[in-house]
């Protein structure tokens, strides 16, 4: 049940990142994780890789490719479990 509300609340909170600026919806996500890892709903190792994927993500914003950015972040979160607003489907 726990993991039926975390999951519900993160969809809802992720709403407004997706249109955020890649720089905006980096650091959202890192908040996120951090959080998720305090309170023991993921792993230091799922936090960690999902951090290194953030950082490459992170390249390509800095570089001005948002696009390639949005992509690497969505992709991320829906390789660790974390729900992306706006994937068909959805």
């Known amino acids: ?42 792993d230091k190792k799922v936090h960690d890789a999902m951090g290194k994927e953030l950082d490459e993500a992170a390249k390509y914003c800095s570089a001005g490719n948002d696009a390639k950015a949005q992509a690497l972040i969505s992709s991320t979160q829906a390789r660790h479990g974390y729900p992306v607003r706006g994937q068909t489907g959805q």
């Open 1 to 42: 049940m726990r993991l039926v509300i975390c999951a519900a609340l993160l969809a809802v909170s992720t709403a407004p990142a997706i249109a955020a600026s890649c720089t905006d919806r980096i650091a959202f996500v890192h908040r996120v994780i951090d959080h998720d890892v305090r309170i023991g709903f993921v």
